[in-house]
C-alpha cells in the first residue's frame, strides 16, 4: 500500500484540494495537469467517496 488510507482519514476537499495543487510526501503536484476546475471536482469526489460529511 502506498500512502494513507483515505477512508481512515476523511481529508475535506480543501485537504485533497492543496494535495493535488501542491503534491504531499511521494506524491507529486498535478496543477500542471489539471485545471483548478478538474482539482476543484477531483477533491469533493474523493472527500465524499471517503466518508467526509
Do not use: C, T
Not at 500500500?1 to 476537499?13: F, N, V
Not at 480543501?14 to 504531499?24: E, N, P, Q, S
Request: hydrophobic content about 45%; glycine content about 8%; aromatic content about 4%.
Amino acid at each position: 500500500m502506498i500512502g494513507p488510507s483515505l477512508d481512515e482519514l476523511q481529508p475535506d476537499a480543501a485537504r485533497v484540494a492543496r494535495a493535488l495543487r501542491d503534491g504531499i510526501g511521494s506524491m507529486p503536484s498535478f496543477k500542471a495537469h489539471m485545471n483548478d476546475a478538474d482539482i476543484h471536482a477531483l477533491a469533493l469526489y474523493v472527500s465524499q467517496a471517503s466518508g467526509q460529511k
